[in-house]
C-alpha cells in the first residue's frame, strides 16, 4: 500500500488531459491514499478541481522554473514531500529528472536513458498498436499490478464562475435555442493543421443553414483565425463569431458545454472538448490516429488517405502536389457529412448529453 503518491506529467494541453483516467483508477484502487499531480503551471484550470486528486503541484516551467537553481530548488521540496510511489507519465529529460530524484521509495514510469536506473520499472510510452490512454494503463498494470482499471474517459472540473462567465458570453452571442458548432483550428504543428479555406467553406455551410459558428483557440491563433475568416463568404454574419484568445482554459471548457458540436485538428482544445462531453469531429494529418483520436466513442476522427500518415513530423518534407497532401487529400463534403451526422444525433448543448461509457471513436478511413 502506499500512502503518498505523485504522478508527474508537465507536457501540453491535451497530454495532461490523457492522464486524467489514471487519476480515477489510482483513487479507486488506492482510496486511502494521498494522491498528487506534478504539473506545468499554466495548465492548472485543467486539473485543479479534479476531484481524484488530493493536491497538486505546479512548476513554472517557462519563468520561474526555467534555471537551474530554482530546478533544483524544486527537485528538494520534492523530495521533502516524501512520497512513496511516483509515476512519470512524460518522457522528456526534466519530467524525468524531477522522477529519478523525486526521493520516491519507488518510482515507476517512462525515462530518457540514464534517468531509468533510478526507476524500479520502465516502460516504453505508446507503441503502435494502442491509444496513450492504455499506455498510461500498462504502466499500472505492469509496474504496480492494478488490474482493476476504472475508466471513466477525460475528466475535467471547473467551478461556477467559469461556468457562468461562458453561459453569459454564449447568450449574449447567440440567441436562445441557437446550435452552435466549436471551430478550433490550430495547432501546435503545422502538420496537424487543416486548410483554412476548408474552414472557411464549412462555416459559410454551417451559418447559410441558420447554426452558429464560434472561433476559438489561444492568442497564438489569432492570425491563422483572422486569416481563415477573411475567406468567408458570410463573415458579417451575426451567427459568426470570434472568440480567439478571449477564453481561460476554464471558460474555454465552459463555453464548449453550450455548444453542439466541435470541429477541430488534432489539438489540446480537442481533448478539452472530449473531457467536457462535447461531440467532436477531428481531422489528422501528421499525427496517429490510433495513439491520440478523440477518447469518445461519439466522436469520428478522420483518417488521411496518403501513404506517408502518420509521418509525425512537425513541417511537411514534402513538394509540389504532395506538399501538406494529408490534409489537402480530407475534403469539405466529407467532413460536413461528419459533422451533420453529429448534430443530428446529439443536436443540444453538450452540457445535456450523457456521459459515455464506450471511449473507442469511429475512424473514418478515406
Known amino acids: ?8 506529467n508537465l507536457m501540453h494541453i491535451g497530454d495532461l488531459l490523457l492522464t486524467t483516467p489514471v487519476f480515477r483508477t489510482l483513487r479507486t484502487n488506492f482510496p486511502d491514499s494521498h494522491i498528487a499531480l506534478l504539473a506545468d503551471k499554466k495548465l492548472a484550470d485543467l486539473v485543479k478541481l479534479n476531484e481524484n486528486l488530493d493536491e497538486c503541484l505546479f512548476i513554472d516551467k517557462k519563468g520561474d522554473d526555467n534555471n537551474i537553481p530554482n530546478f533544483v530548488h524544486f527537485i528538494k521540496k520534492v523530495r521533502d514531500r516524501h512520497f512513496d510511489l511516483v509515476i512519470n ?29 533510478f526507476f524500479n520499472k520502465v516502460l516504453p510510452n505508446l507503441n503502435q498498436t494502442e491509444h496513450q490512454v492504455d499506455s498510461h494503463f500498462d504502466v499500472l498494470r505492469e509496474a504496480l499490478g492494478i488490474d482493476k482499471i476504472d ?13 457562468f462567465t461562458a453561459e453569459k458570453i454564449f447568450a449574449a452571442n447567440y440567441p436562445a435555442g441557437t446550435k452552435v458548432v466549436a471551430f478550433n483550428i490550430g495547432a501546435s504543428w ?37 486569416a481563415c475568416v477573411e475567406q468567408m463568404r458570410h463573415k458579417d454574419n451575426p451567427l459568426l463569431k470570434v472568440f480567439t484568445g478571449d477564453f481561460s482554459l476554464a471558460e474555454l471548457a465552459g463555453f464548449l458545454d453550450n455548444c453542439a458540436v466541435m470541429l477541430t485538428t488534432d489539438s489540446g482544445p480537442m481533448h478539452v472538448g472530449v473531457a467536457r462531453n462535447i461531440p467532436v469531429v477531428c481531422m489528422f494529418g501528421a499525427s496517429p490516429v490510433l495513439g491520440f483520436s478523440p477518447y469518445d466513442s461519439k466522436d469520428i476522427a478522420i483518417q488521411s ?23 489537402k487529400k480530407i475534403p469539405v463534403d466529407v467532413v460536413m457529412k461528419c459533422v451533420d451526422e453529429l448534430l443530428e444525433t446529439y443536436g443540444q448543448p453538450a452540457k445535456n448529453l450523457p456521459r459515455p461509457t464506450n471511449y473507442k471513436c469511429r475512424v473514418v478511413e478515406l
Open 305 to 327: 488517405p496518403v501513404s506517408c500518415h502518420p509521418c509525425g513530423k512537425h513541417i511537411c518534407p514534402n513538394s509540389g502536389e504532395e506538399n501538406f497532401a494529408c490534409m
Open 1 to 8: 500500500m502506499y500512502d503518498k503518491i505523485l504522478v508527474i
Open 190 to 226: 503545422m502538420t496537424k493543421r487543416w486548410i483554412d479555406s476548408y474552414f472557411a467553406e464549412c462555416a459559410d455551410i454551417l451559418i447559410k443553414r441558420g447554426i452558429g459558428v464560434a472561433f476559438l483557440g489561444g492568442e497564438m491563433d489569432k492570425g491563422i483565425v483572422a
Open 89 to 117: 507519465l512524460h518522457r522528456n529529460e526534466r519530467a524525468s529528472t524531477l522522477a529519478a530524484f523525486s526521493g520516491g521509495k519507488k518510482i515507476v514510469g517512462y525515462a530518457k536513458p540514464g534517468f531509468s536506473l
Open 151 to 163: 475508466d471513466r474517459g477525460l475528466e475535467m472540473w471547473i467551478d461556477d464562475e467559469a461556468k
